[in-house]
């Protein structure tokens, strides 16, 4: 099974990363050593940012 590419860039990864505090184990560890509560943190975080930005892009635009 082919493994796919992720969505997210590396520096964005990084960003949410040091955000919520766990950046020191992706350092020691890589990715693969967060925990899938971390990982749930990341995407739901990046989710609350894409909305953000679309509601502040949609407000410009009227």
């Known amino acids: 099974m ?3 590419r992720g969505i997210m860039s590396e520096q964005f990864k990084v960003e949410l990363a040091k955000d919520l ?3 020191d184990t ?3 560890e ?3 050593g967060i925990r ?3 990982a749930g943190n ?3 975080r ?3 940012l894409a ?3 679309l509601a502040e892009q949609s407000q410009s635009n009227t």
Do not use: D, P
Request: net charge positive; glycine share 12%; charged share 35%.
């Open 51 to 53: 909305e953000r930005a």
């Open 36 to 38: 899938a509560r971390e």
């Open 42 to 44: 990341m995407v739901k």
């Open 30 to 32: 890589g990715w693969g």
């Open 26 to 28: 992706v350092q020691q």
């Open 21 to 23: 505090g766990f950046y």
């Open 2 to 4: 082919a493994r796919r």
């Open 46 to 48: 990046a989710i609350e």
